[in-house]
């Protein structure tokens, strides 16, 4: 007799097989004894971080169902986020992370999570015409959808297009089901090779554009409170609640041609290789209706201008900024069984201008005017502005087996203009050591960078800054920031007990002269060393078919004793999930439940015309916990998953934020859809 639980899992998907039982019917090429000759097995994915270190075999597709359900794996940056509460907000990182990026940066990050780089674009290698989509729709106006397709025209050459779209729907205000986000991204790609693979050419290049709907956050009535959880008073009402702005527009344009190629010249010891990187980011912020309050008094936006309150237009907002890019990277990489290298130096060229409104006129549609420009001589230090910059970097490891492993990695900016950095106050570099041995490991990153280019010139409507030393120099008056972080870590497995896999890491991190938006959303810099510890633990076993995997990050010095700097102290994610195959193995399904807890902090205020989150010190937001549900199940090349999230909405709170007078979703329905094909 079948176990209690093995029947009511079998009636649970039962309906999820008549779901997906349509979707196998012609998933994989099979021939005439239904032998299977093309599937997940015979399709490689073949990334460029791969091919740079002279491997080319690829790694198979993720059928796997574990990661498939959660939200924060729909975008391509799957790290913890501070969002606007809709999925394709703007964000930032919610955990500390070091930097890696120097030189010439523009600065305007908060849409990363959407657009995939150009050196991380997958290529196939399917040996048959390979296809999926992916599509998650939300009761509360959420969407997800991607659809790629991907041909082998020869044995050693493939190409294919993807396109892909992420939209969210207002949750707050009176407009609660008009769309607030929308993200949509096309990529062309290609993948050659010789027929004795020494030369290898991966091409592509994407057009990303984003529009995001501004609402500014929750506008509380009289009568709200931001301390009350529950009840008309608290700033949980959704559809009931007012917002600042009518709206602002946001648009983030992004545009990227990416070319990879390497040649062996000898075996995999010597191999010379050929990055061309070209691409645009377009910034634009336009509010046509600035919010006043009955005494016309500016509302949300700083009122620090002469305009009535603003610097430029009194009564609409409208600034612009174009960065371009153009890098070529050249070098050299090899490998033998203990021993791997890669050195290159590579050349930037990137320019930066903005348009504004011009001063003292009122009214929308204005021609804008190119700030620097003849017309508005005032703002020569933010002119259009050219960067010209030389790096120079590598990487060497050694390795014995899997006992013992060392290596060392850098970059370094010795040329900036007609300027050369030596190492020292102004020098910009990354030194990155690392040693393991069994499952310990040690890291030693030190780093120095400069600003952004947002960080150093700014000039628009409610904001206005220049931290440059003069018109023709752009070095920023602000001092470069360094950090030194050490990073201890273990990793292990435990197959006899359970399965149990553990990872456990320390680290501690010295900040210096950080560069961060203070509480008037403008750059600030602070003068003292700040400090960070940071414990991260992850424990993943199973008994028997239920698996459980808990994690959780603990930060110490970010708090609101931090001036500049603002982490959570505690946040963990835990997950329990019951899978097995049944219906005589036509279905592999997995009925679960995950809880993500977040503890209070004070969380950065976001100001949309600059598109930068800054400190702030007037709101602290509770701690919160939001549990999800969910059936998620294979069959064949198909998965499809449906999940209740925020089951606890009510239980404590009517809702919770995500960043000031921005909550996060309330409960709601999810479905969603992957199939492959084969053929």
């Known amino acids: ?28 090429i099979v021939d005439d004894s239904t032998k299977t000759l093309y599937g997940p097995k015979t399709t490689h994915i073949i990334y460029e971080a791969e091919v740079q270190r002279d491997s080319t075999g690829g790694t198979p597709i993720d059928t796997i169902l574990t990661q498939w359900p959660q939200s924060r794996f729909w975008a391509h940056d799957t790290t913890f986020q501070q969002d606007l509460g809709v999925l394709g907000s703007a964000s930032r990182p919610l955990l500390y992370q070091p930097n890696y990026q120097l030189g010439a940066r523009f600065g305007r990050n908060a849409f990363d999570r959407n657009t995939l780089d150009g050196s991380l674009v997958p290529y196939y290698d399917s040996r048959s015409p390979y296809s999926f989509f992916r599509y998650v729709q939300g009761s509360a106006g959420e969407q997800v959808f991607e659809i790629n397709y991907s041909r082998s025209l020869k044995k050693n050459f493939s190409i294919g297009i993807d396109y892909e779209r992420i939209a969210g729907n207002q949750t707050v205000g009176v407009g609660s089901s008009q769309w607030q986000t929308e993200h949509n991204n096309f990529t062309i790609y290609s993948r050659f090779q010789t027929e004795d693979a020494r030369y290898h050419l991966l091409v592509n290049y994407s057009a990303s ?83 006043r309050d009955s005494l016309g008094r500016l509302l949300f ?61 009122s009214g929308p549609g204005l021609r804008l005017v190119r700030v620097g420009s003849s017309l508005e001589p005032q703002d020569s230090s933010a002119a259009p502005h050219h960067f010209n910059q030389l790096f120079v970097g590598g990487t060497a ?57 947002t960080q150093r010139v700014f000039v628009g409507n409610h904001y206005q800054w220049s931290k440059v030393q003069g018109t023709d120099d752009w070095t920023s008056t602000f001092n470069n920031t360094t950090t030194q972080q050490l990073t201890v870590r273990l990793k292990q497995r435990l197959p006899l007990l359970a399965d149990h896999s553990i990872e456990l890491s320390a680290a501690v991190v010295n900040l ?40 959780g990050t603990y930060t110490q010095g970010a708090g609101p004793d931090n001036p500049g700097l603002r982490v959570p102290s505690l946040v963990t994610e835990s997950r329990a999930y019951y899978q097995r195959r049944v219906f005589g193995h036509a279905l592999f399904a997995q009925v679960g439940a995950e809880l993500y807890y977040q503890s209070r902090f004070q969380g950065y205020g976001y100001a949309p015309s600059t598109q930068q989150f800054y400190v702030q010190n007037s709101f602290t937001m509770q701690n919160f916990a939001v549990a999800n549900v969910f059936v998620a199940a294979d069959i064949s090349s198909a998965s499809i998953f449906v999940k209740v999230a925020y089951v606890n909405q009510s239980l404590v709170s009517d809702g919770y934020f995500v960043t000031p007078y921005y909550t996060g979703y309330p409960r709601r329905f999810l479905f969603g859809v992957r199939w492959r094909f084969f053929s």
Request: charged share 15%.
């Open 1 to 28: 007799m079948a176990s209690p639980i093995s029947a009511a899992a079998r009636w649970l998907f039962f309906w999820l097989l008549v779901l997906a039982w349509p979707l196998a019917g012609h998933a994989q």
């Open 209 to 291: 554009r984003q529009r995001t709907r501004e609402l500014g956050g929750i506008w509380p009535t009289a009568n709200e409170r931001v301390s009350n959880l529950q009840g008309v008073t608290s700033l949980f009402n959704y559809s009931a609640e007012r917002v600042y702005l009518s709206p602002g527009v946001n648009i983030d344009d992004r545009d990227q041609f990416h070319l990879f190629q390497s040649y062996r010249l000898l075996n995999k010891g010597f191999t010379a290789y050929h990055i061309l990187d070209v691409r645009r980011q377009y910034n634009g912020y336009t509010d046509n209706a600035l919010p």
């Open 301 to 361: 936006y700083p009122t620090t201008g002469p305009a009535q309150g603003a610097y430029r237009n009194s009564t609409a907002t409208d600034d612009r900024a174009t960065y371009r890019q153009l890098e070529n990277t050249f070098g050299l990489l090899g490998r033998t069984d203990r021993i791997e290298y890669n050195v290159y130096a590579r050349y930037r060229h990137a320019s930066f201008s903005a348009l504004t409104t011009p001063l003292a006129r």
């Open 397 to 453: 490891s050694f390795n014995y087996r899997t006992i013992y492993a060392v290596e060392v990695a850098g970059e370094y900016l010795p040329l900036d203009g007609t300027s050369v950095r030596v190492v020292g106050t102004g020098a910009e570099y990354w030194l990155r050591g690392r040693i393991r041995t069994g499952p310990l490991s040690a890291e030693l990153l030190l780093n120095s960078y400069s600003p952004t280019i």
């Open 512 to 551: 210096n002269n950080l560069v961060y938006y203070g509480p008037a959303g403008t750059p600030q810099q602070l003068g003292s060393s700040q400090r960070l510890l940071i414990g991260f633990a992850r424990h993943r076993f199973r008994v028997g078919s239920v698996f459980f995997d808990n994690q």
